[in-house]
């Protein structure tokens, strides 16, 4: 009995050994990036473009909202996050738990839209009535200066994190209104607002350039200009509904993560960013 | 060894194999009770049942977390009612037409045609619903939104009809045609044949067609995902946007902490949504027991 029990020790100790080693190899030549729904488009032809110049490297893309791949990364089954809001603090302190220290990085920025249907009137907003519309305070477009009709709240469901930045910066942390409809991606939210002439709805600056919403111009106070959201206005700050795009890494990343995430920061990926829709670091 | 005892070990042999392929889905079926008790066991001790009678669900906020279940079981059972309301009818009546009364061509027709409703997957529905149903919904009952429950529930019940004529229309043929020659013979015309002898004869099958159809609808993530609105209020008005069970686990799971509360009160939802299913099918079994004929 006691040898048995000894050679299942030796025998769980070599494999344990064999894994180690299988885990640790000299070049890695795939890696994975998950997260960010919002980013994955522009994360897709960032690793097409990188595998291009770099042969025999594989570079794998998912979504799954920015909250599924930061969890991804402190499980360790993703190489790199990419986020559309930073961690919060309890996955910091989760990171913590685990041993680990998440690396930040900004790849450029994106303009937050607040989308209406081409019918609607209304061309521009406050930052405070756009927050009295999500939270039910304005229910009807008259008291906006429109056209009279119930105004129809669209929002993005609690996974996005579009969602989480929206609540933490347009509602100061405070909630949607409860009968606001809860729509699972952004090109359902753009067809729905495109379709119901009293919807009103957010997301991304690049789903509104095709003529199907309109983009409202936003104030950041009554007395301030109205901005609509463009590269420049974004990238300068004073359209003010816009967020960095990041990527997160285990500890300081090297070898083909470190090449990866300086391509994305070099003029080429730069331009890939703007080809996708989002706005570069510079101009 | 015999012959004897070689065919005794046989025998012994491919009856164990068969007992424990029998006791797998029994045992599958305790293991995700356990399972689910294990997951949603901490949320209980923490919140209480009477969470379940909330009607706040709003699991994430800056402020304050509240993780009611009444409007996500409010909203299931709203959806499932409609669907289940536009669903029978149709799907029972249009049985009874393929077997009593269409010609053998229309038959070869009419089956293939709804076996391959049957297999459109929900989230290509789902999407028809969201470009093609909701706009209209909105458009004939001048609503200021056709995300709704009765979107919802049209697209379930173009799901759950399938399986109820499918399996009606079995039940029905099946009924033996000494039954309706007695009818015949004593003078009943051909509607009071189908309504008064074939129909009560069929009608377990007809209860068990229904009930796996309402099973479907319960079930079904999807294409409610897709067009119901997801707010979770209550409301018992069809034009309402709801927020049913299976859509809240769907879109949530995916983001949540591992462990944290709202983790473990979507496994509170998924028990509440086993329950339902299981009380549906115990009543199914009932009402299948009571009306056997023949």
Redesign the interface.
């Known amino acids: 009995m006691k040898k048995l029990a000894l050679c299942t020790l030796v025998f769980a100790a070599i494999l344990a050994l064999g894994c180690g080693r299988s885990e640790t190899p000299k070049e890695k030549t795939a890696i994975d990036i998950k997260g960010s729904d919002t980013m994955v488009n522009l994360m897709s032809s960032m690793a097409e473009n990188f595998m291009k110049g770099h042969a025999g490297k594989n570079v794998a893309v998912t979504g799954?909202?920015s909250?599924?791949g930061i969890?991804a990364l402190l499980n360790g089954t993703t190489d790199i996050c990419a986020a559309s809001r930073t961690m919060l603090g309890?996955?910091y302190d989760?990171a913590k738990q685990k041993g680990l220290s998440p690396q930040e990085f900004v790849i450029g920025m994106d303009g937050l839209a607040v989308f209406v249907n081409p019918q609607n009137t209304v061309d521009s907003l406050t930052l405070d009535q756009i927050k009295q519309i999500f939270q039910g305070q304005i229910t009807d477009w008259s008291q906006l200066g429109g056209q009279p009709?119930?105004v129809?709240v669209l929002s993005r469901?609690?996974?996005s994190g579009t969602?989480?930045y929206f609540?933490?910066h347009v509602l100061a942390?405070?909630?949607f209104v409860?009968?606001?409809?809860?729509?699972?991606s952004t090109a359902?939210l753009v067809?729905?607002v495109s379709?119901?002439a009293?919807?009103i709805g957010y997301g991304g600056e690049a789903y509104g350039h095709d003529s199907k919403v309109k983009m409202l111009n936003v104030r950041k106070t009554a007395d301030s200009p109205a901005i609509f959201p463009t590269e420049t206005t974004v990238r300068e700050g004073t359209y003010p509904i816009a967020r960095p795009l990041f990527l997160y890494t285990n500890g300081v990343p090297a070898g083909l993560i470190k090449e990866f995430i300086d391509y994305c920061n070099a003029p080429e990926g730069q331009r890939i960013v703007r080809e996708v829709g989002y706005v570069p670091l510079k101009g | 060894m015999t012959e004897l005892s070689r065919q005794y070990w046989k025998a012994r042999v491919i009856r164990y194999f068969f007992q424990s392929c029998a006791i797998t889905s029994i045992l599958i079926v305790v293991l995700v009770f356990l399972f689910l008790g294990r997951e949603s066991l901490p949320f209980i001790q923490k919140f209480g049942l009477s969470e379940l009678f909330n009607p706040v669900w709003q699991p994430v906020s800056f402020e304050d977390e509240q993780f009611g279940m009444l409007a996500l079981i409010s909203g299931s059972l709203l959806v499932t009612f409609l669907a289940t309301l536009i669903a029978v009818p149709f799907g029972v009546i249009s049985a009874i037409y393929i077997a009593e009364m269409a010609s053998p061509v229309e038959r070869e027709i009419w089956k293939p045609v709804i076996e391959m409703l049957a297999g459109i997957p929900s989230v290509v529905l789902g999407f028809f619903g969201l470009v093609v149903v909701a706009p209209l919904v909105k458009e004939v009952f001048h609503l200021s939104s056709g995300l709704n429950a009765l979107t919802g529930a049209l697209l379930l019940a173009l799901m759950a009809i399938p399986t109820i004529i499918t399996i009606s229309e079995d039940a029905i043929r099946n009924v033996p045609n000494s039954y309706k020659e007695a009818s015949y013979s004593l003078g009943a015309s051909k509607l009071q044949t189908i309504w008064k002898v074939t129909v009560p004869a069929a009608l377990s099958g007809i209860v068990a067609a229904v009930m796996l159809g309402i099973g479907r609808v319960v079930g079904e993530t999807m294409a409610v995902m897709m067009v119901t609105g997801n707010a979770a209020i209550i409301s018992f008005s069809p034009t309402e946007s709801v927020r049913t069970m299976t859509a809240t686990v769907a879109a949530e799971m995916g983001e949540v902490p591992f462990g944290s509360d709202h983790y473990h009160a979507l496994f509170v939802i998924g028990i509440v949504l086993l329950l339902m299913t299981f009380a549906l099918n115990m009543v199914a079994q009932r009402v299948l027991k009571k009306y056997r004929i023949g």
């Open positions: 799954g909202g909250g599924t969890a309890k996955e989760l009709g119930e129809v469901e609690s996974n969602y989480v609540k933490e942390k405070g909630d409860n009968s606001a409809r809860l729509m699972t359902a067809q729905e379709s119901n009293n919807a």
